[in-house]
């Protein structure tokens, strides 16, 4: 088995209310892609309710081999995901690591 987990920053420049609903959006996106792709075990996209954190959105991921995630990361409704997903975030941090 393979853990994803990716760790963004949304843009310093957008107001509260707007960091609010992309993070409700980019969870939206990225969960029902999880629905979609085969070998994914678990997916959950958490937002950061906690003033001691240092990262507004993390994916948390598990996929059941290196080629599921390769084929997770290739998949079209992924890519339409992670095009809106740049456009809010920045400072993207990402581990994988086989369990």
């Known amino acids: 088995m ?6 963004w920053n949304l843009n310093d420049s957008m107001s509260k209310e707007e960091k609010t609903r992309a ?16 070998g994914v075990v678990s997916l959950e996209v958490r937002i950061n309710e906690l ?3 240092n990262r507004d959105v993390a994916l ?3 996929f059941e081999s290196v ?12 890519v339409n995901a ?8 920045c400072n ?6 086989e369990v």
């Not at 393979?2 to 760790?7: A, I, K, M």
């Not at 996106?29 to 085969?38: F, I, M, N, S, W």
């Not at 095009?83 to 975030?89: D, F, P």
């Open 23 to 38: 993070g409700l959006k980019i969870k939206e996106k990225l969960e029902a892609v999880g629905k979609l792709v085969p």
């Open 2 to 7: 393979v853990n994803h987990y990716v760790f």
């Open 60 to 62: 948390l991921s598990s």
């Open 67 to 78: 080629e599921a995630l390769n084929a997770y990361q290739v998949h079209p409704e992924h």
């Open 92 to 97: 993207r941090t990402c581990f994988d690591f």
């Open 82 to 89: 992670g095009s809106y997903i740049k456009t809010v975030t």
């Open 51 to 53: 003033e001691s954190s």
